[in-house]
T-cell receptor
Framework: NAGVTQTPKFRVLKTGQSMTLLCAQD?????MYWYRQDPGMGLRLIHY???????AKGEVPDGYNVSRLKKQNFLLGLESAAPSQTSVYFC?????????FGPGTRLTVL | AQSVTQLDSHVSVSEGTPVLLRCNYS??????LFWYVQHPNKGLQLLLK??????LVKGINGFEAEFKKSETSFHLTKPSAHMSDAAEYFC???????????FGKGTRLSVIA
């Protein structure tokens, strides 16, 4: 039982490049979330999903897209990376009142 | 709308002395409240949660928090700090159920030997 996993763990991009972050959970949770963490800002919600095939915007959605084609996977895409997207990205899934977090992806955009 | 204010960005205590991390919340609904801890370069770990049961909530590693509706507070305490408690602590609010979490900006706890 791996819980929530994230791929990759680290990535360096150049401005304008694209990439996809993968989040996978093996707990059969309906709800999944993407957050970003910046110094002094806590975690802020980017997008979330309440089930397979559904997505919704969070607090800071601009510059990101998401897809939930399979229940266990939640993908976060950056179509044209910008330095402002340098951050640590956390995925989570939830059941009832508890969210389970992945280990994070550290992304640097040069 | 919901929000969380962590009243101190940095708290420093001596090993063996009490810890108090302060959190005030605002919520239009009956809230669920959480404290998460993040050690350097690590992920987030749930310390404790309040979901409208007992107002005094006990968590892991000797931490506890008290929900005070009249003061809209959910302060985190520990009787005696240990060096291993040095980390970033986040107070978090959400509506009951599978709703997105709203994080405070964090309090960095330093423990001095």
């Amino acid at each position: 039982n791996a819980g929530v996993t994230q791929t990759p763990k680290f990535r360096v991009l150049k401005t304008g490049q694209s990439m996809t972050l993968l989040c996978a959970q093996d707990m059969n949770h309906e709800y999944m979330y993407w957050y970003r963490q910046d110094p002094g800002m806590g975690l802020r919600l980017i997008h979330y999903s309440v089930g397979e095939g559904t997505t919704a915007k969070g607090e800071v959605p601009d510059g990101y897209n998401v897809s939930r084609l399979k229940k266990q996977n939640f993908l976060l895409g950056l179509e044209s990376a910008a330095p402002s997207q340098t951050s640590v990205y956390f995925c989570a899934s939830s059941i009832y009142n508890e969210q389970f977090f992945g280990p994070g992806t550290r992304l640097t955009v040069l | 709308a919901q929000s969380v204010t962590q009243l101190d960005s940095h708290v420093s205590v001596s090993e063996g002395t009490p810890v108090l991390l302060r959190c005030n919340y605002s919520s239009s609904y009956s809230p669920s409240l959480f404290w998460y801890v993040q050690h350097p370069n690590k992920g987030l770990q749930l310390l404790l949660k309040y979901t409208s049961a007992a107002t005094l909530v006990k968590g892991i590693n000797g931490f506890e928090a008290e929900f005070k509706k009249s003061e809209t507070s959910f302060h985190l305490t520990k009787p005696s700090a240990h060096m291993s408690d040095a980390a970033e602590y986040f107070c978090v609010v959400s509506r009951t159920g599978n709703t997105p979490l709203v994080f405070g900006k964090g309090t960095r706890l330093s423990v001095i030997a």
